[in-house]
């Protein structure tokens, strides 16, 4: 919930010079008002939509539908992103009918999972991925699943400044790459993208990315300035 119709623009349009670097893709997440003046900005860059609605259309006041996110250009959406699970209070079933309405929307969607702090000092780091994972994909075909990209997002990594080792990380990945593997097969868990968000920035980003089982980025704070997001999406083609 950041910025005016003015500077959303301006910033996407930054986002758009700075982030063309070939065999990265990249997709930024404007707040709902923003998306047709950002999307008309973007260049080669994907216009994605921070939330949607499970239902196609009809009596519900506030919430914006699919086909809406569609007509405005959206080929992204997040869902289950951790200020909707823990602020908004957003269950496991209710994100994963959100996730069938953009799959079967022929969409992308990026699913985020990630344990608080307490949940972390409790050891329940890869019992909470693995729950929030199978919740949220149930239902989800092999076909489906070359559209879905996994955010691993520590909560307690979110704007606080604090970041999960380049090895703590890579262990809740490479469990998470472990998870799909059972879920689905060797050959989709392997190919399935699985980005870590969490204070991810210029200086930490190419030793995160350099990890085996982490494939990009879920980017917050260091979003909203074009160079620092620039050099971001330059350290995951460095590596």
């Given at each position: 919930m950041n910025t005016t119709h003015d500077s959303a623009v301006d910033l996407a349009a930054q986002v758009g010079e700075k982030t063309s670097i070939p065999g990265v893709r990249v997709a930024v997440f404007p707040p709902f008002p923003y998306l047709i003046g950002v999307g008309a900005e973007l260049g080669e860059v994907l216009l994605g939509a921070q939330d949607v609605y499970h239902q196609s259309n009809g009596a519900y006041t506030g919430e914006v539908s699919i086909e809406m996110l569609k007509d405005c250009g959206v080929s992204v959406v997040l869902a289950g992103h951790s200020e909707r699970r823990h602020v908004i209070g957003e269950s496991d079933e209710l994100i994963n009918k959100k996730v069938a309405v953009v799959l079967n929307a022929d969409l992308m969607c990026v699913l985020c999972i990630g344990e608080t702090l307490e949940q972390r000092h409790a050891g329940m780091t890869n019992l909470i991925n693995e729950q929030q994972l199978r919740a949220g994909l149930a239902g989800v075909t092999d076909e489906q699943m070359a559209r879905v990209v996994i955010a691993y997002e520590p909560v307690w990594a979110i704007g606080t400044g604090k970041t999960a080792t380049p090895a703590d990380a890579q262990e809740a990945h490479n469990y998470i790459r472990g998870v799909l593997k059972a879920m689905f097969?060797?050959?989709?868990?392997?190919?399935?993208?699985?980005?870590?968000?969490?204070?991810?920035?210029?200086?930490?980003?190419?030793?995160?990315?350099?990890?085996?089982?982490?494939?990009?980025g879920l980017i917050g704070g260091a979003s909203l300035n074009a160079d620092d997001f620039g050099q971001i999406v330059a350290a995951a083609a460095q590596v």
């Open positions: 097969n060797a050959e989709i868990a392997q190919a399935t993208v699985i980005q870590y968000g969490g204070s991810v920035k210029p200086v930490n980003a190419v030793e995160l990315f350099g990890q085996p089982d982490i494939d990009g």
